[in-house]
């Protein structure tokens, strides 16, 4: 090969390579995202506004439980599938949902309302106001869009199934948020 040939497959190999690229997620963004929906629903100053009416407020609370894993009930992930089929959200898989994550809790940053801790601290007597899980997040392929899906029970029979959708211009901001379940 001489070098004009060498040059020009260069050239064409940069081209495709820079045209190939999409966009690039940080985990940082990931953390974002839980904290909005921290913030959201969990982030007022009364138990009451927290819970939706649903919280013992004779109790005091100072921690929220998260579990730190995003290994979803098959209901859960049928649930959401059915979602993402009637609302016509084909930019998103099914998929995306069932990856496994595990969540590091200290890395959930501008959230103080409630102390963060997993289900699987020892020792832990605190109150705490009931437990949260995330799912793996679901982006579409410009990243501009996303969409999590969050479990919170406060016990018995005592829980919700939430659907957060995101939209990104600056940072990410809570777009929609749809209740799946109730119970």
């Given at each position: ?137 679901s982006f579409n392929k410009d990243l501009d ?10 016990g018995g029979e005592c829980g919700e199934g ?17 209740t799946l379940w109730v119970s």
């Open positions: 090969m001489n070098k004009r040939t060498t040059f020009y497959l260069g050239l064409i190999f940069l081209t495709l390579l820079l045209f190939s690229c999409k966009p690039v997620l940080n985990e940082s963004e990931e953390y974002q995202i839980i904290s909005e929906i921290l913030n959201h629903s969990y982030g007022h100053e009364t138990d009451d506004e927290n819970g939706l009416g649903w919280i013992d407020t004779s109790e005091s609370y100072n921690s929220l439980r998260v579990r730190n894993h995003t290994n979803l009930r098959e209901l859960d992930i049928e649930i959401l599938n059915d979602y993402l089929n009637f609302n016509n959200l084909s930019d998103f898989a099914i998929e995306d949902f069932q990856k496994y994550r595990e969540w590091d809790i200290k890395k959930i940053k501008d959230y103080d309302r409630y102390r963060l801790e997993t289900e699987t601290d020892k020792g832990n007597e605190s109150r705490y106001i009931g437990s949260i899980q995330f799912s793996s997040i869009h996303a969409i999590i899906y969050t479990t919170y029970y406060c939430l659907v957060f959708r995101f939209i990104k211009t600056d940072k990410w901001t809570i777009e929609k948020v749809e």
